[in-house]
């Protein structure tokens, strides 16, 4: 079974302030991906991260990081110097290589305060 | 255009009425899929097309009808639709099985 763990219903930090939204996940499968994706008000999900299971790397793209480690099944995701576009519900979600789909997490909302 | 658009944005019909939702995606991708995102609910996905085949039904009441009569466009028929049908569906397309899905803007729904 898949399960996508999000336990942060909602987040709120001031402005420049740094937050670690968590992402726990269950698989029985070797080899899978894991995904970010943002909502912001409008409703379209954006794309942020595509990982897959053989790759433990953490990766930085600009103010976001990823932090992923298999021994704690955890695809964590950071933003530093926060502001206030970044409002908004992000999703982690996970496919197994075999599936045709993605299973998405319930999201954790994010206020950046001004 | 680029990317996966959705029409109409925003739709508001009655019980009784007959409507359609649209998706295209303009990535040349071979996969198409459905979901339904409810207030203060995960993301449910509702149908999944591969290559304009019906690969996955997630129990969805019949009243939703999807149509993919080619791998850029994806239709969502609507008939005598109730209160709690009410969401944003998303529409969403990928090259394959299990890669990234990238999403249109969504329809929003409202059933009187």
């Known amino acids: ?114 | 255009e680029t990317g996966v658009t959705q029409t109409p944005r925003h739709l508001v019909m009655g019980m009784t009425n007959k409507k359609s939702l649209k998706c295209e995606q303009h990535l040349g991708h071979n996969a198409m899929y459905w979901y339904k995102q409810s207030a203060k609910k995960p993301l449910e996905l509702m149908f999944v097309y591969n290559f304009k085949e019906q690969t996955e039904n997630n129990s969805v009441p019949s009243r939703f009808s999807p149509e993919c009569p080619n791998s850029s466009h994806l239709f969502l028929h609507l008939h005598t639709l109730q209160p709690e049908d009410s969401a944003l569906y998303l529409c969403a397309s990928s090259q394959g099985s299990s890669d990234t899905q990238y999403f249109g803007p969504g329809t929003r729904l409202t059933v009187l």
């Open chain 1, 1 to 114: 079974a898949q399960k996508v763990t999000q336990a942060q219903t909602e987040i709120s930090v001031v402005e420049k302030e740094d937050v670690t939204l968590d992402c726990v996940y269950e698989t029985r499968d070797t080899t899978y991906y894991l995904f970010w994706y943002k909502q912001p008000p409008s409703g379209e999900l954006v794309f942020l991260i595509r990982r897959n299971s053989f790759d433990e790397q953490n990766e930085i793209s600009g103010r976001y990081s990823w932090n992923f480690q298999k021994s704690t099944s955890s695809f964590n995701f950071t933003i530093t110097a926060s502001q206030v576009v970044d409002s908004a519900v992000y999703f982690c979600a996970l496919s197994e290589n075999r599936d045709d789909k993605i299973i998405f997490g319930k999201g954790t909302r994010l206020h950046i305060l001004p």
